[in-house]
């Protein structure tokens, strides 16, 4: 599933650099209730305190499924950068930088790439502040 995640977010990206946000908005969207069977905005709404406790202990989920909510975050993230909305991005980084790294810390193997994923939002959060 996260390979299929994969491709689907580097559609996303494309049409981000490409500046067709909409699509790409309606295509999260998409994504979000296919493979989470929520709405974004029921992510969306949780705050960030509560983000791992209610998806794992109130919602069920497993690790794979916040790995997924991580990734759409970042694409979230990224979403909003493009738009302009900096509080927006701001927000969509610390929830997947905080997913990645409650993964990162509950998995017992090295993922260079999900290091590399973190890497790259602590550097977009960092530039956000500035």
Do not use: C, W
């Amino acid at each position: 599933m996260i390979e299929m995640l994969g491709d689907l977010l580097a559609g996303i990206f494309g049409l981000i650099r490409k500046g067709d946000l909409t699509q790409a908005s309606e295509n999260l969207e998409r994504i979000y209730y296919d493979l989470l069977k929520e709405d974004a905005s029921f992510f969306r709404l949780i705050p960030k305190e509560d983000l791992t406790h209610k998806l794992l202990d109130e919602h069920n989920y497993t690790n794979g499924h916040l790995e997924i909510v991580a990734e759409l975050f970042n694409a979230e993230a990224e979403l909003e950068l493009a738009k302009g909305n900096m509080a927006g991005a701001m927000e969509y980084s610390e929830k997947s930088l905080l997913l990645f790294e409650f993964i990162d810390l509950e998995q017992k193997t090295l993922s260079m790439e999900r290091l590399d994923k973190m890497t790259a939002i602590r550097d977009r959060i960092s530039g956000l502040r500035e």
